[in-house]
């Protein structure tokens, strides 16, 4: 392994550890102090969220271990406030999948989604025919 990859493997670790400590700290607990890289919410952003539970009132970067082929990815405090604020993404919503994952599942969709549109048009088509 070359000496720059290996460096980046020692950050990504450090990050995952330095993750995995964040993870215990209760996001909704208004007696703690948010962490140092996290980002504070806006409550009446998440206003389409109707929920009795508490709210966050911050986010800190997640780990995510993804459903699908297990690699450990970071769900960044960024993502999660577009995720919940501006995409308007359920509260209870949590990232389950990796970018690449997410990827290629998409390019199935539309994939499939072609093929189905492709299949009516034809038929339509035929309709005209008759
Ligand atoms: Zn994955």
Redesign the pocket.
């Given at each position: 392994m070359s000496e720059k990859k290996q460096k980046h493997k020692e950050l990504l670790w450090s990050r995952i550890k330095r993750l995995k400590a964040l993870s215990n700290i209760d996001p909704c607990d208004k007696n703690i102090k948010p962490p140092v890289d996290s980002i504070l919410s806006d409550h009446s952003k998440l206003a389409h969220n109707n929920t009795y539970g508490p709210l966050p009132l911050f986010y800190v970067d997640k780990l995510v271990v993804?459903r699908?082929?297990?690699?450990q990815e970071v769900w960044t405090a960024e993502q999660q406030k577009w995720w919940y604020e501006i995409a308007k993404g359920n509260i209870s919503s949590i990232a389950v999948?990796?970018r690449?994952?997410r990827k290629k599942n998409h390019e199935r969709k539309a994939a499939a989604r072609k093929i189905h549109l492709d299949g009516v048009a034809k038929k339509q088509k035929r309709k005209k025919e008759i």
């Amino acid at each position: 392994m070359s000496e720059k990859k290996q460096k980046h493997k020692e950050l990504l670790w450090s990050r995952i550890k330095r993750l995995k400590a964040l993870s215990n700290i209760d996001p909704c607990d208004k007696n703690i102090k948010p962490p140092v890289d996290s980002i504070l919410s806006d409550h009446s952003k998440l206003a389409h969220n109707n929920t009795y539970g508490p709210l966050p009132l911050f986010y800190v970067d997640k780990l995510v271990v993804c459903r699908e082929c297990g690699t450990q990815e970071v769900w960044t405090a960024e993502q999660q406030k577009w995720w919940y604020e501006i995409a308007k993404g359920n509260i209870s919503s949590i990232a389950v999948k990796c970018r690449s994952c997410r990827k290629k599942n998409h390019e199935r969709k539309a994939a499939a989604r072609k093929i189905h549109l492709d299949g009516v048009a034809k038929k339509q088509k035929r309709k005209k025919e008759i």
